[in-house]
């Protein structure tokens, strides 16, 4: 990995608030020096627009160029739309080019051009009416990435959760959750809080399913059956692990004060208490790939795009924990 490379940051929903995360987040950092540079897979056009001040956006060719330009422009690596975006108003022929965007960003990280990659949101609905594939990010990037095994993880200050199952029905995060998902998130987990957080030694705290973590067979059986047979795994492994936990009472400070992460069984069950920790701050990132990505912890906002209203904070995290991330790789 290229120490110091910049970060690839992509389009996005061009109807979203993505571009103005962009626009924003290049005036906060600008000034900060060659380590704080990243610069955008985009159309230049559309961010000029945003910014409404065409020497606020620079072209360049290679991600070599962005950290020289950095304080005086947003550097943009051109990715052109078929069409102008409309704030608020998905386009399908727009999808071509948030596809590409992303394949441009993950390329470059794996060759070690850029430091890593942060992802704008999309809208998962118009790319797959485009024929994607993919449920989202984090799949693409797997497949991107050479089938890499890799796990969702949300983290904010004081807390970093990883779910088992992700975009899924609850229903079918029930029928579908196994113990070696559980264990397989377990060890993705922990293998990356090593390489990428500097954690020697990992402790993991496994959720349980159902209320109380079904108060011993009185309301459900899975936390014997699917759970308890993951924990023993991965304590097997080495790791210091406890579980199954009730969900209700594992997420107060003094809990969260035990364990370097905890590992969840559905959806949100991760996602509320990160949320509720720091709604504005949170940051996805993607465990197990080759490379290294983080996202803002919210999706495209399409009823404020356009508006000038747009919270970067988020995205200003997923930015620095993305340079951090890249600076322990390249440092190994």
């Known amino acids: 990995m290229n120490a110091g490379a910049p970060i690839a940051v992509t389009m996005g929903e061009p109807a979203g608030i993505g571009g103005e995360l962009t626009v924003k987040a290049w005036r906060a950092r600008r000034g900060r020096g060659g380590p704080a540079a990243f ?29 020289p330009a950095f304080d005086r422009a947003l550097p943009v690596l051109p990715q052109r ?26 390329g470059l990280a794996l060759s070690g051009e850029a430091g890593g990659v942060v992802t704008n949101p999309i809208q998962k609905k118009t790319l797959q009416d485009a024929g994607f594939a993919h449920p989202g990010h984090t799949e693409f990037l797997a497949a991107l990435g050479g089938g890499a095994d890799v796990a969702m993880m949300l983290a904010c200050e004081g807390l970093r959760v990883v779910p088992v199952t992700i975009h899924v029905s609850l229903r079918r995060a029930i029928e579908t959750l196994t113990t070696d998902g559980i264990v397989r998130a377990g060890r993705v987990a922990a293998a990356a809080l090593r390489r990428d957080f500097g954690i020697d030694l990992p402790r993991i705290a496994v959720a349980g399913l159902n209320p109380h973590a079904g108060e011993q067979g009185a309301m459900g059986d899975e936390e014997a059956r699917i759970v308890a047979p993951a924990v023993e795994t991965l304590r097997g492994d080495g790791l210091p ?69 747009a919270d970067p904070a988020s995205f200003l995290a997923a930015l620095d924990m993305a340079s951090a991330m890249a600076a322990r790789r390249a440092a190994a």
Request: overall charge negative; some cysteine.
């Open 39 to 67: 610069f955008a897979i985009d159309d230049p056009d559309r961010l000029r627009a945003i910014a409404g001040d065409d020497g606020a956006v620079v072209e360049i060719a290679h991600p070599s160029e962005a950290a």
């Open 81 to 106: 739309l078929p069409a102008p975006a409309v704030a608020g108003r998905p386009d399908v022929r727009a999808a071509a080019a948030v596809i590409a965007s992303i394949e441009r960003a993950a």
């Open 241 to 309: 692990v406890a579980g199954p936990m009730p969900p209700d009472t594992m997420f107060h400070p003094a809990a969260r004060a035990r364990y370097d992460v905890a590992v969840c069984m559905y959806h949100d069950q991760a996602l509320i208490p990160v949320k509720t920790l720091d709604f504005a701050g949170g940051v996805n990132v993607t465990l197990g790939l080759p490379f290294v990505r983080t996202s803002p912890d919210h999706g495209t906002a399409l009823d404020i795009a356009g508006k000038g209203l």
